[in-house]
């Protein structure tokens, strides 16, 4: 048997094991001038070993993270690192010592170019599959191409980032759709493929419970014994495993705060008075009117507010928002008469009666809009004593709808024709983002001007509306 003679050949052997490996390596001396390179490096430089020797490094490599080291003498890892032609490089690179003493300098690194390149097409992808998935599930969002348009984004992002789905927090008054957008966030994921099609979705109101044991046991679930009349059973928190966990009310929650953090740090939930630990895999929605900030533990409101969605009240909604969401109710209160009834509804609004509708103030916000529509249209239908006449018509006036919302109207609309009078070409801005708001298109708004002594052309109104954004 013949030996190697390691000692004669372990510079043959590494410079063979070097030539061959996946990343290519430069090794220059102080003066940045090369004194070895593999075969991939001259690959990369477009050139050949032979070319590259002895010569200085910055004609191959221009931005060479090796005379870092030599300048600092330390070693830096995972540098990104762009040549002039394009191509990018992840460089680790050490100075090279002999005798204690600093010889020059070693880099080792790997082109990830194509990566770069097939990472921006999977973001673009992504981006698009975001837009095009989410323009037809938030399509009735009404505001999903408007004021909320930011808060939609928001939202696909954390169902769809590239780092997987985040939990997030909804806030806003009651009754401004954070239900809704929760269940249009799950939708979506479910729709670009993060969430399975029989994915659950639980929604548990945190406020709801009284007693706090009983509360525990509903939410992480509880082990026979473990209070007075707890039976063995599985909590919300495994009913929503592998889906959407819909904390409505969060601000509530109280006693069991520290249980929670454990679940979302630990993707493990131990129902009350049991050891065994059950994993669960669950994206949080959190909502509520409150602050969450102020109202939850830090490190808790830290995990969920990876995401923080606030949704407007109504009064701050643009006029022409106000009016697809009366369209928007007027056209569901036709939809259920048909499907529920086979009613075929005609609504029709006295001009003033919809004018007082858009202009009143509503508390409880959307919901409040939505209902008091509801309630004007069903005032208005007369009663309905022969079922076969399937075609209806319905006319809906001032006297349909609730006199509060009548009055608040009128006080509303005093106060802006206050604002209105009040105006001077100074605030010729804030006038037409007033007109705007009701609705009224760029000549509109011009004659209006006009009127005031405010001497714009449509044309120009038309301009500031675009620099406005409106
Ligand atoms: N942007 C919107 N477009 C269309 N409908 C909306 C919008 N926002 C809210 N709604 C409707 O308003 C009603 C109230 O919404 P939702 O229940 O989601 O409010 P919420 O903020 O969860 O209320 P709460 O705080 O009282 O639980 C629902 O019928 C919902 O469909």
Redesign the pocket.
């Known amino acids: 048997m013949q030996w190697l003679d390691l000692n004669e050949s372990t510079s043959i052997i590494l410079d063979q094991i070097i030539q061959k490996i996946n990343e290519g390596v430069n090794v220059v001396d102080t003066d940045g001038n090369i004194i070895y390179v593999n075969e991939n490096s001259a690959n990369y430089a477009d050139t050949s070993i032979e070319n590259m020797l002895g010569k200085h490094i910055t004609e191959f490599y221009p931005n060479a993270a090796v005379l870092k080291v030599l300048d600092f003498k330390k070693k830096y890892t995972n540098i990104h690192v762009e040549n002039p032609d394009g191509r990018h490089f992840i460089v680790n690179a050490y100075p090279l010592i002999i005798d204690d003493q600093i010889k020059g300098g070693l880099a080792i690194f790997r082109d990830i170019t194509e990566l770069k390149m097939m990472n921006s097409k999977i973001l673009n992808l992504q981006e698009k599959l975001i837009n095009t998935s989410s323009s037809n599930i938030f399509n009735?969002?009404?505001?999903?191409q408007g004021s909320?348009k930011e808060v939609v984004n928001k939202a696909c992002k954390a169902m769809g980032s590239p780092g997987g789905p985040r939990h997030s927090i909804?806030s806003?008054?009651?009754?401004?759709?954070?239900?809704?957008?929760?269940?249009l966030m799950y939708r979506f994921a479910k729709n670009i493929g993060v969430l399975k099609e029989d994915a659950p979705f639980v929604h548990i109101?945190c406020a709801q419970f009284t007693n706090p044991d009983i509360a525990a046991s509903e939410i992480f679930g509880s082990k026979k014994g473990s209070f007075t009349g707890a039976s063995n059973k599985n909590g919300l928190i495994e009913q929503a495993n592998k889906g959407v966990l819909f904390l409505?009310?969060a601000h509530a929650l109280k006693n069991y705060q520290n249980l929670l953090l454990k679940v979302i740090e630990e993707q493990k939930v131990r129902r009350i008075g049991g050891i065994k630990e059950i994993p669960v895999d669950v994206i949080v929605i959190a909502?509520?009117?409150k602050d969450l900030e102020e109202n939850l533990l830090p490190e808790l409101y830290q995990r969920l507010a990876q995401y923080e969605l606030v949704?407007p009240p109504f009064d701050q909604r643009s006029y022409s928002?106000k009016e697809?969401?009366f369209l928007?109710?007027k056209e569901e209160y036709k939809k259920s008469a048909l499907e529920k009834y086979d009613f075929d509804l005609e609504i029709m609004f006295e001009p003033e009666a919809r004018e007082r509708l858009l202009n009143a103030s509503y508390k409880?916000?959307?919901?409040h809009?939505?209902n008091v529509i509801n309630y004007a249209i069903d005032s208005a239908t007369p009663l309905i004593n022969n079922l076969d006449n399937k075609k209806l018509m319905i006319l809906v006036k001032n006297e349909h709808i609730p006199q509060k919302i009548l009055a608040e109207s009128r006080n509303n609309n005093y106060q802006s024709e206050v604002k209105e009078n009040n105006s001077n070409s100074e605030n010729a801005e804030e006038l037409i983002k007033f007109y705007r708001e009701k609705g009224f298109g760029a000549r509109r708004i011009a004659t209006r001007l006009q009127e005031k002594g405010i001497d714009l052309k449509y044309y120009q109104v038309s301009y500031r509306l675009k620099k406005m954004d409106l």
Do not use: C
């Not at 009735?140 to 999903?144: A, P, Q, R, T, V």
């Open positions: 009735d969002f009404i505001g999903s909320l909804i806003g008054e009651t009754g401004t759709g954070k239900t809704y957008l929760a269940k109101n409505d009310e909502a509520s009117t949704l928002e697809k969401m928007h109710f409880r916000n959307v919901r809009f939505k």
